[in-house]
């Protein structure tokens, strides 16, 4: 098991920032890509960002490319997801996943999830 545990989230205004993170326990963090992924009532679970293990590369749905970054840091092993210019429609639970070693958007593809943590953006 790699238990994710995220933390951050909170009520914002809009134009404000926010950083999540997610504490992975476990020795495989150093070899799972990890994502964020959201979830706004009545929808379904949205691809937000990724990061490979091996390299630093990263990938983000078009809807948030400018405005999120996705880090990693391997002690302790947490990935974060800096939100800038946060909108009210980025009012959603977003989730960390984890999987082996290459990242991908597909949510079906993650193999360990954390309970969310919910953004709340006010106009």
């Known amino acids: 098991q790699v238990p994710l545990a995220e933390s951050g989230g909170g009520l914002v205004q809009a134009g404000g920032s926010l950083r999540l993170s997610c504490g992975v326990s476990?020795?495989?963090?150093?070899?799972?890509?990890m994502a964020w992924f959201r979830q706004a009532p009545g929808k379904e679970r949205d691809f937000v960002a990724a990061?490979?293990?091996?390299?630093?590369?990263?990938y983000y749905a078009d809807s948030v490319k400018g405005r999120f970054t996705i880090s990693r840091d391997n002690a302790p092993n947490t990935v974060y997801l800096r939100i800038n210019g946060l909108a009210p429609e980025d009012t959603a639970v977003y989730y960390c996943?984890?999987?082996?070693?290459?990242?991908?958007?597909?949510?079906?593809?993650?193999?360990?999830w954390g309970q969310g943590t919910q953004v709340t953006v006010s106009s």
């Open positions: 996943a984890a999987r082996p070693f290459r990242a991908t958007t597909d949510p079906k593809e993650y193999n360990f």
């Open positions: 476990g020795r495989t963090f150093s070899k799972s890509a």
């Open positions: 990061i490979d293990w091996s390299t630093p590369r990263t």
